[in-house]
Antibody
Framework: QVQLQESGPGLVKPSETLSLTCTVSGGSISSYYWSWIRQPPGKGLEWIGYIYYSGSTNYNPSLKSRVTISVDTSKNQFSLKLSSVTAADTAVYYC??????????????????????WGKGTTVTVSS | DIQMTQSPSSLSASVGDRVTITCRASQSISSYLNWYQQKPGKAPKLLIYAASSLQSGVPSRFSGSGSGTDFTLTISSLQPEDFATYYCQQSYSTLPYSFGQGTKLEIK
């Protein structure tokens, strides 16, 4: 079955750029959306953004000015870059697959999106 | 932004109990509501999607209901492995996708 694995530095200095990669194994990156989510220590989940395998993206407005998500279909990977980090960006970062339930309605369709496969997460600490 | 509010924030219950967790959206989100379970040190696990559809492999004691602004996650008979934190998440709007603050389910 599909598995996701996050990788990247565990320590980033303030004002620098956090860079993480998610490698997809056991399936193709094509035909899905792929998402990044983070969780600060002891706190809840925050959605960062997602990318479609074709490259279209959607970001959390609160992070949009600092976030870039990209995809490399040849490597079955997608990546996260978060610039100008501060201590507030210290968190466990998860990547996840976004699947959908498609329901017919009238002359169109509804798409119910959900994150069904998650990586184990990687801890990133922002500190000098 | 659509705000998601869960209640209660924490809950103590015993094995075999029936438990209900509530999630309320700040505006109507139709049935665009998902539920996740997270155990300490682990990634979240999808339980319910589209408000009431049970994810493959998830025990049938988990069920979801609701539409519009009010949703519930019910565990019909608590098992020891169900003690965890539960999050709801709306997928109606990507501005942004938002999670509830979580409900921690503890052993009484």
């Amino acid at each position: 079955q599909v598995q996701l694995q996050e990788s990247g530095p565990g320590l980033v200095k303030p004002s620098e750029t956090l860079s993480l990669t998610c490698t997809v194994s056991g399936g193709s990156i094509s035909s899905y959306y792929w998402s990044w989510i983070r969780q600060p220590p002891g706190k809840g989940l925050e959605w960062i953004g997602y990318i479609y395998y074709s490259g279209s993206t959607n970001y959390n407005p609160s992070l949009k000015s600092r976030v870039t998500i990209s995809v490399d279909t040849s490597k079955n990977q997608f990546s996260l870059k978060l610039s100008s980090v501060t201590a507030a960006d210290t968190a466990v970062y998860y990547c996840a697959r976004v699947d959908s339930l498609i329901a017919a309605a009238g002359t169109g369709y509804y798409y119910y999106y959900y994150m069904d496969v998650w990586g184990k997460g990687t801890t990133v600490t922002v500190s000098s | 932004d659509i705000q998601m509010t869960q209640s209660p924030s924490s809950l103590s219950a015993s094995v075999g109990d029936r438990v209900t967790i509530t999630c309320r959206a700040s505006q109507s989100i139709s049935s665009y509501l998902n539920w996740y379970q997270q155990k300490p040190g682990k990634a979240p696990k999808l339980l319910i999607y589209a408000a009431s559809s049970l994810q493959s492999g998830v025990p049938s004691r988990f069920s979801g209901s609701g539409s519009g602004t009010d949703f519930t996650l019910t565990i019909s008979s608590l098992q020891p492995e169900d003690f965890a934190t539960y999050y709801c998440q709306q997928s109606y709007s990507t501005l942004p996708y938002s999670f509830g603050q979580g409900t921690k389910l503890e052993i009484k």
